[in-house]
């Protein structure tokens, strides 16, 4: 399995951005997937999660409300749909899967990562 992230770049406060992950390998439709982040002297964080069918999601409440996870079984591609952005969005942003779900908040029991997108919001 491979991850691929892309769609990052920089924008103003209250943009918008979409971020893809492109899925390679099989069972695709078996995983749970998520975002985490990761800013400059931080630990990477959780931000949101679904699962394999897409119809569980789980998000950080940092991003409630303005970030919305989505995946596309036919593309093999998982989404992060981010609204209203904040300069403290600011971070790398990795996508990450197969983990079971109800842990899916645990960075350490993913296993499979992406190499990651850098998302910078400027105020």
């Known amino acids: 399995v491979q991850l691929q992230a892309s769609g990052g770049g920089l924008v103003q406060a209250g943009d918008s951005l979409r971020l893809s992950c492109a899925f390679s390998?099989?069972?695709?439709?078996?995983?749970?997937m998520g975002w985490f982040r990761q800013g400059s002297g931080k630990e990477r964080e959780f931000v949101a999660a679904?699962?394999?069918?897409?119809?569980?999601?789980d998000y950080a409440d940092s991003v409630k409300g303005r970030f919305t996870i989505s995946r596309d079984g036919a593309k093999k591609t998982m989404y992060l749909q981010m609204n209203t952005l904040k300069p403290e969005d600011t971070a790398v942003y990795y996508c990450a899967s197969r983990v079971p779900w109800g842990d899916q908040r645990q960075r350490y029991l993913y296993r499979y990562w992406g190499q990651g997108t850098q998302v910078t919001v400027s105020s």
């Open positions: 390998g099989r069972a695709f439709n078996t995983y749970n």
């Open positions: 679904i699962n394999w069918s897409g119809g569980i999601t």
